[in-house]
């Protein structure tokens, strides 16, 4: 749709110039995709600042993991090319996938705009929450921090970034690229939403990890030392999640419950 209280669209073109304009101020946004800015209004926002136009690589491989640029493409993730030792390939696949959307949204939605919007269904906060990620964002005095995935996002749209800091990239450590990964998604209709999407992870050293995203607000990650067996890891989802299973109009809670519990315990068995 037409956002027309904005007045102006700045090109970012460095990270100063990034942050003179993207200073704090409520009226000031940035836009990457902008699938998601563009899709409901913003009566308070009179300036946007693209932050494609920075021109970030995309991605980086390195022998200690894979660095994501927030403006990342979401459907280039399942197109890089990992080293062969890097068992968690297939996950990338399945967390594109699990993004409702067509391949026309999926080329221009970004790694950065799908972790901001912090919806519980954010298939790229899945991925990199799954795989032990670590965002680094940019203040805007210059200052820079480093937030797990995990912490990054705190409940339905909302994330722990200050006003005027921008998200810079993500980066996954070998260690867990190197892991073996299960996942299970449902949605209340063909190609819906995700309403529960749950991955599991077993670590060479044997540690075992459990991502719950879309069947609650924010994402729940559980570390074992060892695969747990199935219905202990369910009784340590419905105890951690307890009343507070997500609830809206993409699955009931109840429901959300029942198919997160079951798809733990499947996880647990298949990666055992
Ligand atoms: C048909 C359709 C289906 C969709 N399905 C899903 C779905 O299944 N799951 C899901 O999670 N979402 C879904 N969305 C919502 C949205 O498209 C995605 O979350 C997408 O990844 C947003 O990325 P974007 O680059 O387009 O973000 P934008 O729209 O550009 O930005 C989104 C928000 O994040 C902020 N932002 C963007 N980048 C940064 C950054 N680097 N630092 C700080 N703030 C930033 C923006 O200011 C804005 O508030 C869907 C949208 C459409 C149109």
């Known amino acids: 749709m037409d956002l027309n209280t904005v007045e102006d669209w700045v090109a970012a073109v460095d990270a100063e110039q990034l942050r003179r304009v993207h200073d704090g101020d409520p ?8 699938t998601w800015l563009f899709s409901t209004p913003q009566p308070h926002l009179r300036t946007l ?30 197109r890089i090319p ?26 221009v939605a970004t790694v950065g705009g799908n972790l901001c919007t912090a919806l519980p269904a954010g298939a790229v906060t899945a991925l990199t929450a799954a795989l ?33 800091e921008v998200l810079r990239s993500v980066r996954l450590p070998a260690a867990a690229l190197r892991s073996t990964t299960a996942s299970r998604r ?26 719950v995203t879309a069947s609650t607000a924010r994402p729940e990650v559980f570390r074992l030392p060892t695969t747990p067996r199935p219905d202990e890891l369910a009784a340590a989802v419905e105890r951690r999640v307890a009343g507070a299973w997500w609830d809206d109009v993409h699955g009931a809670p109840d429901w959300r419950r029942a198919t997160t519990l079951r798809f733990a315990a499947e996880i647990a068995e298949e990666l055992a």
């Open 49 to 78: 600042v693209d932050l494609t136009t920075l021109e970030w690589e995309p991605f980086t491989v390195t022998d200690g993991g894979l660095e994501l640029a927030a403006t990342c493409p979401i459907g280039v993730l399942d």
């Open 27 to 34: 009226a000031v946004a940035v836009v990457a995709g902008g």
């Open 82 to 107: 990992l080293p062969a030792g890097w068992a968690a390939r297939p996950l990338f696949r399945q967390c594109v996938r699990a993004l409702l959307a067509s391949p026309k949204v999926r080329s």
């Open 186 to 211: 449902s949605s209340l209709t063909r190609g819906g939403r995700s309403a529960a999407l749950v991955v599991g992870r077993r670590d060479p050293d044997g540690g075992f990890v459990l991502t």
């Open 132 to 164: 032990d990620g670590v965002a680094e964002l940019w203040a805007a005095d210059g200052g820079v921090r480093h937030v797990p995935v995990e912490k990054f996002v705190t409940g339905n749209r909302s994330t722990v970034l200050g006003p005027g």
